[in-house]
């Protein structure tokens, strides 16, 4: 097969895969809001039409590892420099896995696409891209950081499709998109474009009726993870800004707000539960908890004058707070295997302050689509993040974080009230719009308005059931059409 220059295969490193890379890692890792969100999608957009120019499968598959595997060592740099041990490792095999396992599953719609039309590879691409996010997030061994989805998750005008359509839905249509618009085919060009016209056009669903608002204080002491890590500093900076924040306000807030893991002894959790008592307020904080089998949860405690509640986190982070594949590995190893030292929560993610149902997510879970629709259909009405980014010594983790959580408030259509010990903290409202109260690592304790939607959103077309749907209609449209022998239309 003769290779066209500068194209993936034909032995030179392509400019579009490059510039793919490097904006890539700028959505990643140093753009923020909008910018960050054009960044990623042109990346993707780039990737993608790098693949459909590629000779076979073994191309397709290097075009697509130099965007995703550059992207990643570039934008995630600092993932392996916390400094615990466990999350390093966790991010390293993040950085390495998931450009592997995206890239070889864009070489596979490749095998079978090759020779089907412009518009059946954009649909398969799509749909298997679609399911190796799926495999991700849901898999023996979740893994969801950074994944092409993501680098969408700040473009605001694909909230709208996000919302009504299903999370995956803008990466799959830039796919698509980038596919079609550089066909040889006039009548394909057209056929990108209006999808994208229809993409962008798509509204954000009109926003529930207002049922209340209420006032949230929102504390972040802006420490460093080796001051908060001291017992006494942590709650003297948390219990000193609290009180600060209530004397200066006009009017008590309806709720306060403190970050994961604040408290870490009955000690603490006494302290919190006696300041909420003793000035009549309702106090939500993260808290790590002991079970009398040495385990430990990552918990949320809700503390009042009527009682305290408590839920535990549902997804575990791999390595830092969970052996994958436990079970198996304790098999094969025996009694010496590791145990993982955190258990998982379970049930719905809701605390009841009060007339408002809250639900929680926390920290890496924000990551995870599904746990805010699982809170809004449990009947959450406003999504309380609490999170620790101070483990790095950059601001990017923290921006990603926010950048996710704007996209759950987005297909939820909750408001999103987000706590964290070095930032960002604030809030994101139903449509997207952030609402920042403390920068990053700033000290800092403020009061926010929150409205409290009637009802939620539903998120959406779950992922899977979408991304078999697509590579359905490929595979089909690709049998039916295997009789020509050739591609109806091309790509240059």
């Known amino acids: 097969m003769n290779r066209r220059p500068g194209v993936p295969g034909s032995g030179r490193f392509p400019g579009s895969v490059a510039a793919g890379a490097l904006l890539a890692a700028f959505a990643f890792g140093w753009a923020q809001g909008l910018p960050a969100g054009i960044a990623g999608t042109v990346a993707l ?16 598959f290097r075009s697509t590892w130099w965007v995703m595997g550059t992207a990643h060592v570039a934008g995630f740099h600092w993932v392996v420099r916390h400094p615990e041990p466990g999350p390093a490792v966790a991010g390293a095999l993040a950085i390495v896995l998931i450009p592997l396992l995206v890239s070889a599953a864009w070489s596979l719609a490749f095998q079978w696409t090759r020779k089907a039309t412009t518009a059946v590879r954009a649909a398969g691409l799509a749909g298997v891209n679609a399911l190796s996010e799926w495999v991700l997030l849901e898999g023996p061994l979740p893994l969801p950081w950074g994944l092409p989805t993501h680098l969408t998750a700040s473009l605001t005008p694909l909230d709208g499709l996000a919302s009504l ?9 830039v796919v698509a998109v980038s ?4 066909s040889s085919s006039l009548r394909v060009r057209v056929a990108g474009v209006l999808l994208a016209a229809t993409a962008l056009a798509v509204p954000l669903p009109r926003a529930a009726k207002p049922e209340r608002t209420v006032r949230v204080g929102l504390v972040q002491p802006g420490l ?34 403190w970050p994961e893991t604040a408290l870490r002894t009955d000690a603490d959790r006494r302290v919190a539960d006696s300041l909420a008592r003793g000035l009549g307020l309702r106090l939500v904080s993260g808290s790590l908890e002991t079970d009398p089998d040495g385990r430990r949860r990552n918990a949320v405690r809700l503390f009042g004058p009527v009682g305290t509640q408590a839920i535990s986190k549902r997804r575990l982070v791999p390595w830092v707070e969970w ?8 098999t094969l190893a025996g009694d010496g295997a590791p145990v993982s030292s955190y258990r998982p929560g379970s049930g719905d993610p809701l605390l009841q302050a009060g007339p408002t149902p ?37 601001a990017a983790p923290a921006r990603a974080h926010l950048a996710f959580s704007r996209r759950r408030a987005v297909e939820t259509g909750l408001p999103i009230v987000q706590a964290s010990v070095g930032g960002f903290t604030g809030t994101v409202d139903p449509d997207g719009r952030v609402r920042s109260a403390a920068a990053w690592r700033e000290r800092r304790a403020s009061i926010v308005t929150v409205t409290v939607p009637e009802h939620g959103r539903n998120g959406g077309v779950p992922v899977l059931p979408g991304a078999l749907l697509l590579v359905a209609l490929s595979l089909l449209s690709r049998l039916r059409n295997s009789g020509t022998g050739s591609r109806v239309d091309a790509t240059p």
């Open 45 to 60: 957009g780039l990737t993608a039409r790098a693949w459909g120019r590629a000779d076979d499968a073994s191309a397709a």
């Open 165 to 173: 359509a299903g999370w995956w839905t803008p990466a799959a249509v």
């Open 179 to 182: 596919m079609t618009v550089s």
């Open 224 to 257: 460093s993870i080796a001051r908060w890590e001291r017992d006494g500093e942590r709650l003297s900076s948390l219990v000193s800004l609290t009180d600060s924040l209530l004397e200066s306000a006009t009017g008590r807030p309806d709720w306060v707000v």
């Open 323 to 330: 052996i994958p594949l436990e079970e198996t590995v304790r």
């Open 358 to 394: 809250l639900g929680v997510v926390v920290c890496f879970e924000s990551l995870f689509p599904d746990e805010g629709r699982i809170a809004a259909r449990a009947g959450a009405r406003v999504l309380v993040a609490v999170t620790n980014d101070s483990w790095w010594s950059v």
